[in-house]
């Protein structure tokens, strides 16, 4: 199973962004997907998630109504729209698979997915 992220980059505060997640490996309808992410010396913290056929998302509430979670599940690939972006945004951006039946609000949870991607960096400049 492999998760790569891409998209990642410079961007000015207010400004916009969008990161892709392409998966291999894995069937990827089966699978929930989230995004997390992790800035300097603060701990990993959820971003997004959505479900299995893309029908059912949960947001945290620093970026619900800035951010969007979507998937193509014919590409296997998941993205995260960022809008209105701030210095509090910057950070490494990780997706993650979820192999499990059901999607809830524990689908926040990182010990929920089974497979992470590397990360891809970004960083908004005020």
């Known amino acids: 199973v492999q998760l790569v992220e891409s998209g990642g980059g410079l961007v000015q505060a207010g400004g916009s962004l969008t990161v892709s997640c392409a998966a291999s490996?894995?069937?990827?309808?089966?699978?929930?997907m989230g995004w997390f992410r992790q800035a300097p010396g603060k701990e990993r913290e959820f971003v997004a998630a959505?479900?299995?056929?893309?029908?059912?998302?949960e947001y945290a509430d620093s970026v619900k109504g800035r951010f969007t979670i979507s998937r193509d599940n014919a590409k296997s690939t998941v993205y995260l729209q960022m809008k209105s972006l701030n210095a509090e945004d910057t950070a490494v951006y990780s997706c993650a698979a979820d192999r499990r039946s059901g999607f809830s609000s524990t689908n926040r949870w990182y010990t929920k997915y089974d497979y992470w991607g590397q990360g891809t960096q970004v960083t908004v400049s005020s």
């Open positions: 959505i479900s299995r056929s893309g029908g059912t998302t």
């Open positions: 490996g894995l069937t990827f309808s089966s699978y929930a």
